[in-house]
């Protein structure tokens, strides 16, 4: 690299930090997309480029979302228990639900090539009964694989789901 690029690069790194640096001062820090702005803002004006606005110079509040999670990044499936991946052969009771190992087995190669598996059950949000410590346990005598449990309410009773992107386990 000739001497004079890169004397303009190690200056314009300086700025970048010093820069970062007095953001940081205050009671927030910034963001990867402050760094991001300010890097693409620098390296712009001295490669000589005029770059977009973004789009809160634009006059919006909103951003562009991905509706699924960038490759290279670790992907999260939300998973219900009953009748997913036990059943009831008779009276419905957490206590008497039987495990189906076919399904366990389905998401725990989820699991396996790299998924975050969040447990996700309404046991509980009707009656306000706390069944988190007997479904970790039935959870480790299937020998299921996950990362979170999420029980009662934070998954409140439903009578349907309707989403973009749910699956039936049958489907998996």
Partial sequence: MPELYQRKLERMLKEICEDIIRM???DEYPTSED????I??????????QLKPS???????FHVSNRLT???????????????ICFYSGERRYD?????QENIDKINKMYDEGWKIIYWTAR?????????????????????RYHELKTGDEKPHFDLVI???AKRIEEI
């Fill in 70 to 84: 960038e490759e290279g990044k670790q992907k999260v499936a939300f998973v219900d228990i009953d009748e997913t």
């Fill in 163 to 165: 989403d973009d992107k």
């Fill in 124 to 144: 509980g949000s009707v009656s306000g009964r706390n069944y988190k410590e007997h479904t970790k346990k039935q959870l480790t005598e299937w020998g299921c």
């Fill in 24 to 26: 940081s001062k205050g």
């Fill in 55 to 61: 789009s809160t110079e634009q006059g919006s509040d």
């Fill in 96 to 100: 008497l639900s039987e495990p189906n």
């Fill in 40 to 49: 693409s803002e620098e390296t712009g004006e001295w490669l000589g480029l």
């Fill in 35 to 38: 760094v991001l702005n300010l």
